[in-house]
């Protein structure tokens, strides 16, 4: 948070544009050196295609998470005993996958399959990090990203439509289900609005899977234990992300989240109605992000 909000209100805005410019420390730089080494080869075919390549390419950024970085990512997601899944997808084949852990493949109930394949479902390694952390923006080079995976948030924002025969389950949001604030006026909240229908978009998709089980198990269609009436509970954030504000972690919204998830989580799982008053080991710590 430090590092990416070296401007104080009222010129947050910059802060964004510093990142655009410079890139952001550890994550990614801007590809500068690669906009220019691409000008310099000789064009197969000087065509108009060929000239908007190199004007405008796809490739703005390039990552800068090192090998060593992604393969603890990996090393500590599968060591650990609670079930983790995150997911990403692949564009040659259409295909969205769930990266998982030994101990959600087991809570799942599933088997691991292969890129390429219909089996969604697939093994946690230094390549799956890479490729559900690769951003549109730094291009479809195969040659640094083998596998050919990209972030899958667009395609699927929310792992919920797996969770059926779940209870309780709490969705973290980062944005809110409606829009805050004014509508849009400019270009830019534009862009921000479509960003914002698009990812509400693929929690509707989620969302909806699990009210059809639940009007299934209503009628009897469906019976427990694999499949029960799941109570889904949204923890949003009250805030607005505007289009500059995506790259830029803020801890007023931290705070904010945080204050109302300890509130949610107090009055419906302790039953009680402020976080003060929870026994101590029951509290969650407030330096966990």
Known sequence: IREDNRFPP??????????????????????????????????????????LDRLLPAQVYVPRRSTDELSRIARVMNESDIPVAFNSFHPRSGMSYL????????????????????????????????????????????????QGLVDGA????FIISELHMCDRIYVARPQNTRWVGKLPENYFEIQDFITEVWFNNAYAAEVARIEHINKLVLEGALQPPRHRHVELIPVQVCHHYGYFDYFIEQRGVYDSAYQIASQTLSEREFNITSIEAMPETAKLNPATP
């Open 10 to 51: 009222p010129l947050h805005w910059m802060n964004t544009l510093w990142i655009a410019a410079f890139g952001d420390p550890g994550i990614f730089r801007p590809a500068v050196q690669e906009y220019w080494q691409r000008w310099l080869r000789p064009m197969a075919r000087p065509d108009a295609k060929a000239v």
């Open 154 to 157: 667009y395609n699927r924002q």
């Open 99 to 146: 990266h998982i852990n030994n101990a959600a493949k087991e809570f799942l109930g599933v088997e691991y399959g292969r890129i390429g394949q219909e089996n969604k479902y697939l093994p946690i390694d230094l390549e799956s990090v890479r490729g559900a952390l690769w951003l549109y923006f730094y291009g479809f080079d195969h040659a640094d990203n083998p």
